[in-house]
């Protein structure tokens, strides 16, 4: 990864065993990531599977060897492993992507897993959809055009339909495996995909953006897996780019952001980035999605230069959209009220990144 998110890069690198070999590669590792290599499988590491006597534990999948599949502690949360009791598998695939589970579980509903992380359950998936949707949404008037990045299972298309004001919502996820799974076990999601001003667009999000005219849109939603395998490019600094540039002025990114008790470093990194594109407010947001590791999944939102973006006041509150807290089924986690409190940060984050004191552009945090 280019200057911004190098360190998340160097995880991967580590776990491929190819920046593993020297001083210098080491000297460019966190030690977060040097505690994972501890945990790398060597060649003949035995095959486990994700759910072992009955109990799924979130894990990292190596599809290195072509003969077998490996799964290790996960270097973007090495040392720690939540488990879920699985009442029954529903599907396991592998599409060209990744492999793709749905089970259900006993406590949390069904379950989505990409490559051994969770993606979402029914218990807890308002948190993240309804937050990165609506935190964008409504933080600027009467927003049009909307794309999203990632979120094939649909939820994050079934928040911002929620949005009158918008016409055209552009979503280009890469694995259509992702959409027909959620299609055939999450309906309550993929009816995202049911709306007339949904346009899909099955491939690289790289390169879709390359080919989006310039400024077109008002708001984009990264809603991206973890920065390993597919999702890598995503939180590097030529993406931000692309994305600067398919933004309007005045126009407003929300990007999934990891966590703050696990990744400051990543934070601190694409806060950076996003300051030197965007030029206009950067702010960090965060949610408590009791499924995703520790428990909480940060959001990073940014607004291009231009009409200036006040993230922490919604200007376009969704309790003055016309029917939006019942369309198609009840909010369940998101108001105007958390959206605020969403931006209060613990003392510890505010310490290990000094950009969110930073008020040189937009708001100080
Ligand atoms: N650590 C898991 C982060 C997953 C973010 N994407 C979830 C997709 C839900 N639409």
Not at 89 to 99: C, I
Request: proline share 6%; with cysteine; charged share 25%.
């Amino acid at each position: 990864m280019e200057g911004g998110a190098g360190r998340g890069l160097e995880c991967q690198k580590t776990m491929d065993g190819k920046a593993n070999n020297g001083d210098a590669a080491d000297r460019a590792i966190p030690s977060c990531c040097l505690k994972a290599r501890a945990c790398v499988p060597d060649a003949d590491a035995k095959c486990h599977s994700t759910v072992v006597s009955g109990w799924f534990s979130e894990s990292h999948s190596c599809s290195g060897n072509a003969s077998k599949t490996v799964y290790f502690n996960n270097p973007m949360w090495p040392g720690e492993a939540h488990s879920l009791k699985v009442n029954k598998v529903l599907y396991k695939g592998k599409s060209d992507y990744q492999e793709v589970l749905v089970f259900e579980s006993e406590a949390y509903g069904k379950v989505l897993v990409l490559d051994g992380i969770v993606q979402l359950t029914e218990k807890d998936e308002c948190a993240y959809q309804e937050m990165i949707a609506h935190i964008p949404l409504c933080s600027i008037p009467s927003p049009k055009s909307v794309l999203v990045v990632g979120g094939g299972d649909g939820g994050v298309l079934r928040e911002i339909s929620r949005h009158s004001s918008v016409e055209v919502i552009d979503i280009c996820e890469i694995d259509r495996m992702v959409i027909d799974v959620s299609k055939k076990f999450f309906p309550d999601l993929a009816v995202g995909f049911e709306d007339p001003r949904v346009k899909l667009h099955v491939g690289d999000a790289v390169e879709f953006l390359r080919l989006a005219p310039e400024g077109k849109y008002d708001a984009i939603i990264v809603d991206s897996s973890d920065p390993v395998g597919p999702a890598q490019e995503l939180v590097e600094k030529p993406f931000f780019e692309t994305l600067a540039r398919a933004l309007r002025p005045g126009g407003v990114l929300c990007n999934m952001a990891e966590s703050m008790w696990l990744h400051t470093h990543l934070i601190q990194d694409m806060i950076s980035v996003c300051r030197e594109i965007f030029k206009g407010s950067v702010h960090y947001a965060w949610a408590s999605v009791p499924t995703y590791p520790s428990g909480v999944i940060g959001f990073l939102v940014c607004s291009k230069e231009g009409p200036p973006v006040d993230f922490l006041n919604p200007v376009n509150p969704i309790e003055k959209l016309e029917g939006a807290e019942q369309y198609k089924r009840e909010l369940r986690f998101y108001n105007s009220e958390i959206h605020s409190a969403a931006f209060a940060l613990p003392t510890f984050l505010r310490r290990e990144v000094p950009s969110l004191r930073d008020s040189s552009t937009g708001h100080a945090q």
